[in-house]
Nanobody, 124 residues
Framework: QVQLVESGGGLVQAGGSLRLSCAAS????????MGWFRQAPGKEREFVAC????????YYKDSVKGRFTISRDNAKNTVYLQMNSLKPEDTAVYYC?????????????????WGQGTQVTVSS
């Protein structure tokens, strides 16, 4: 079992930055791949970024490439999402998620554990 708690969301003006954190419980955090997803009002949850257990494989949604950076610190059981040059269309509830399958995945269906979400609002 893995419990995930996100933090770092908030209100920011367009062009600003936020850093989301996701703290995981459990001693086996380093064996889990981690992902960030987001859901805007009236829209389906969508993939944002993911990182393998070792940090050796990283994927991003095209629209966030060059602006967002995912990273992890296995010693602190934490995964981060640094978000720069934020746009109003980045406004959403952001969720972190975990899975321990033997492949990288951009699909929410493959993630077994989810946090409660943190709101990110970008004003124009």
């Amino acid at each position: 079992q893995v419990q995930l708690v996100e933090s770092g969301g908030g209100l920011v003006q367009a062009g600003g930055s936020l850093r989301l954190s996701c703290a995981a419980s459990g001693r086996t955090f380093s064996s889990y791949a981690m992902g960030w997803f987001r859901q805007a009002p009236g829209k389906e949850r969508e993939f944002v970024a993911c990182i393998s257990w070792s940090g050796g494989s990283i994927y991003y949604k095209d629209s966030v490439k060059g602006r967002f950076t995912i990273s992890r610190d296995n010693a602190k059981n934490t995964v981060y999402l640094q978000m720069n040059s934020l746009k109003p269309e980045d406004t959403a509830v952001y969720y972190c998620a975990a899975h321990n399958r033997l492949y990288d995945s951009l699909s929410s269906r493959d993630y077994d554990y989810w946090g409660q979400g943190t709101q990110v609002t970008v004003s124009s």
